[in-house]
């Protein structure tokens, strides 16, 4: 799932970032917890805001032992992502195309709604991509039409059976079967960069803004 291998052990599940299954000196972890303060930096000790994003940190291992457990810390490294697959499994996943998010927003993000579809394009082709953006598979369209929102990613971006840690976002996973990142509706951070390309294209006052 995203960049974590599961395996089960003789002691109940196994949680290694995907880089760390030849390595045997990884900091032990035993509480499902603990996966929320693994999942809160990244190798430089940096902060990450998105937790789909490909950096991960490396050197640890979480020991738990039941599927219970490893549902909740998974949950902690990727919020919402286990619900998202259940609910796509079972047909009832709904999505949310990219401008009747932003048309919803209020607020300082109210201009994101005036983002033209070319400045789209380059958004979410540099946000969302696989490689040093987000790891998320994307469902949702541009607008009611069913367009993708983005000439600039791969098809392989849209598809839930593709793994998204492959070079350029594709391919079957080498390490056994997938749990995909789904992405059923625009995140915060993408209507932040929408907003953004806005602002960087029109003279907008801070209090109109």
Known sequence: ???????????????????DC?????QRHRSAGDAMTIARFDDAREYRPLKTAPNLAH??????????????????????????????????????????????QTGMYRVAANV??????????????????????????LDGSGEKASTALPPQKYDPTQDQVQPMGGGESPEGPLLPLLC?????????ECRKAV????KISPERA
Request: proline share 2%; glycine share 10%; aromatic share 10%.
């Open 22 to 26: 030849d390595r045997q000196n990884l």
């Open 59 to 104: 050197g640890w291992r979480l020991e738990l032992s039941t599927v219970s457990a490893v549902r909740e810390a998974l949950d902690y490294f990727y919020p919402g992502r286990l619900a998202a697959f259940a609910w796509f499994m079972a047909g009832e996943l709904t999505t949310t195309p990219l401008r009747e998010t932003l048309g919803r």
């Open 199 to 202: 602002r960087s294209t029109r």
């Open 184 to 192: 059923q509706e625009a995140c915060g951070l993408l209507v932040g």
């Open 116 to 141: 033209s579809d070319a400045a789209v394009n380059k958004v979410v082709g540099d946000f969302c991509r696989s490689d040093g953006g987000c790891l998320r598979t994307i469902l949702w369209h």
């Open 1 to 19: 799932m995203g960049q974590i291998h599961v395996s089960s052990v003789a002691a109940g599940y196994l949680l290694r970032h995907r880089d």
